[in-house]
C-alpha cells in the first residue's frame, strides 16, 4: 500500500483532469476499474459538472531569472484551478497572489480555487521571505475548457444486489495522507474480496471529493436505494488511532458494526456524531438520500498540523498504519457481511439439539459451553427481528461463535434466514 501511495504521489490531481485520469490508471493495475467520463456543463443535482483543468507548467522566476517556486518540485506549488499566466510584474503586485503558512514557515500549503476564476502559488513563508524586491516573470500554463469529470467504480458481485459502498476521494495532489493513503486502502480491500462471492454487492467508489460524489448521486438517484451499507475512507494513514464518525441517523447497521469490531478489537479509538462537514458522508447522508454510510480515519481532516500542507508527505503515512486501517475494514465487513436476520423453526419450547447432533458435534472442544449457549442464544434471538451482532452483543459472545452456531442450526433445519 505505501508503494502505491508513493506511485500515486507525485501525479497532479484536481477534480478533474488529467491527473485523476493517471491515479485511476494507477489503481487500474491492480483493480478492473469502469471508469466514467461526464461532460462539462452536465447538472448534476444542485450543481453543475465545471470545466475541466490540466496544467503543464507553473513557475516564478526571480529578477536574475532563477525559478523560486517550481511546479515542477511539487503539485501543491500551484494555485489548483489557476487560469493561465503570462507576464512579468514587481514583486509588490505578485505578492497577492502568493500563499503561504506564516506560523508553518517551512510548509507550502495546498490551495485552491475551483469555482471562482483565479491564479496563484503556493509557496513556504521562508521563500516569500528571502524574495529580493524587483520584477518577476510568472508562467502558469494551463488550460481551463470543456471537457469531463471522471470517476471510477470497482464492483464485486454478491448473493444479493444490496450493496455496500466504500467510496475514497482523488483529487488531492501530493498529500500523501489525504487521500493517497484511503484510496490504497481501499484498493486492496477491494482486492481481498477478489474470487469471493459475498452476501452483498461491494461498490467501490474512487471520485473527486464533493462534485464527484454528487455526480455519482445524480447519475444513480434511481438505484441509489441498493446502498444499504456505506464507509467513506479518508486519512487512513498517519500514526494517529482510529476515528470513526458515524452516519448521520446515528444507528444505521454500519455505526453498530463499526462499534462492535472497535470496541472488542481492544484497539484505540474515537467514536464521533455526523456532523454535515468532512468528507462524502455528508452527501451520502443528505436528507434526501439518508443512506446509512459512515467514515473512518484515522486522525480526522484538520485534526493534524500537517493537514493541507507539504507536510502530509511519503513519510507521514506508515505502511503499519495502514495495514492497521485495513485490518479493522476487513473484519468490519466480514461482521456486516454475515449479520443475518433468523426465524426460529421450533419456537415453542427448546428444540432437543442432542437427537440432531448438535452437541455432540461440539465435544472435546474447550469453547463447548460457549459454543451450546450461542446455539441458545441464537435460538432465543430468532425472531425475525433481531441479528446476529444483537445476539453476540446480547451474550456477550464472540461474533464468529455466534455465526458458527446459527450456520450449525440452519444446517439441521431448525432456523431459516
Known amino acids: 500500500m505505501h508503494a502505491l501511495v508513493e506511485r500515486m504521489y507525485p501525479l497532479r490531481r484536481s477534480i478533474t483532469g488529467d491527473g485523476v485520469r493517471a491515479t485511476l490508471d494507477v489503481v487500474g493495475e491492480l483493480l478492473p476499474l469502469e471508469v466514467h467520463e461526464v461532460p462539462t456543463g452536465t447538472q448534476v443535482l444542485d450543481w453543475t459538472v465545471p470545466q475541466e483543468w490540466n496544467v503543464r507548467e507553473a513557475w516564478i522566476a526571480d529578477p536574475s531569472g532563477r525559478r523560486v517556486v517550481d511546479l515542477a518540485d511539487s503539485s501543491l506549488h500551484v494555485l489548483g484551478y489557476s487560469v493561465p499566466v503570462s507576464a512579468r510584474m514587481p514583486l509588490s503586485e505578485l505578492r497577492p497572489h502568493l500563499h503561504t503558512l506564516p506560523d508553518r514557515p517551512k510548509w507550502v500549503p495546498y490551495r485552491t480555487s475551483y469555482y471562482k476564476p483565479d491564479w496563484g502559488f503556493c509557496l513556504a513563508q521562508e521563500t516569500l521571505d528571502a524574495l529580493p524586491d524587483g520584477e518577476y516573470e510568472v508562467r502558469i500554463d494551463s488550460t481551463l475548457a470543456d471537457g469531463h469529470l471522471t470517476y471510477g467504480e470497482h464492483v464485486v458481485p454478491g448473493q444479493v444486489p444490496d450493496e455496500v459502498l466504500v467510496s475514497s476521494h482523488v483529487c488531492h495532489p501530493a498529500l500523501a495522507n489525504d487521500n493517497l493513503a484511503g484510496i490504497a486502502v481501499a484498493a486492496f480491500l477491494a482486492r481481498s474480496l477478489a474470487g469471493s462471492t459475498p452476501y452483498y454487492t461491494y461498490r467501490f467508489l474512487f471520485a473527486p471529493g464533493t462534485i464527484g460524489a454528487i455526480t455519482w448521486l445524480a447519475r444513480n438517484a434511481g438505484r441509489v436505494e441498493r446502498v444499504k451499507h456505506g464507509l467513506v475512507l479518508a486519512c487512513a494513514g498517519d500514526r494517529g488511532s482510529l476515528t470513526y464518525k458515524r452516519s448521520r441517523r ?42 446509512g454510510v459512515g467514515s473512518l480515519s484515522r486522525t480526522p481532516y484538520a485534526g493534524y498540523p500537517e493537514y493541507h500542507t507539504s507536510a502530509d508527505d511519503l513519510d507521514f503515512v506508515t505502511p503499519e498504519a495502514m495495514e492497521d486501517t485495513l485490518a479493522v475494514c476487513r473484519e468490519v465487513f466480514a461482521v456486516l457481511d454475515r449479520n443475518r436476520r433468523y426465524v426460529n423453526l421450533s419456537p415453542y419450547g427448546e428444540p432437543q439439539l442432542g437427537r440432531r447432533g448438535l452437541y455432540g458435534a461440539l465435544g472435546g472442544r474447550s469453547d463447548a459451553q460457549e459454543a451450546q449457549m450461542a446455539m441458545l442464544w441464537v435460538l432465543s434471538l430468532s425472531d425475525g427481528e433481531h441479528g446476529l451482532l444483537d445476539v453476540a452483543e446480547r451474550a456477550g459472545l464472540p461474533f464468529d461463535t455466534v455465526v458458527a452456531a446459527a450456520d450449525a442450526l440452519h444446517g439441521a433445519g431448525l432456523v431459516k434466514a
Open 250 to 291: 446515528g444507528d444505521a447497521e454500519i455505526d453498530r458494526v463499526m462499534r462492535y469490531v472497535l470496541e472488542t478489537s481492544g484497539r484505540p479509538h474515537e467514536t464521533r456524531e455526523f456532523t454535515p462537514y468532512g468528507y462524502d458522508e455528508r452527501q451520502f447522508c443528505s436528507p434526501g438520500f439518508d443512506l
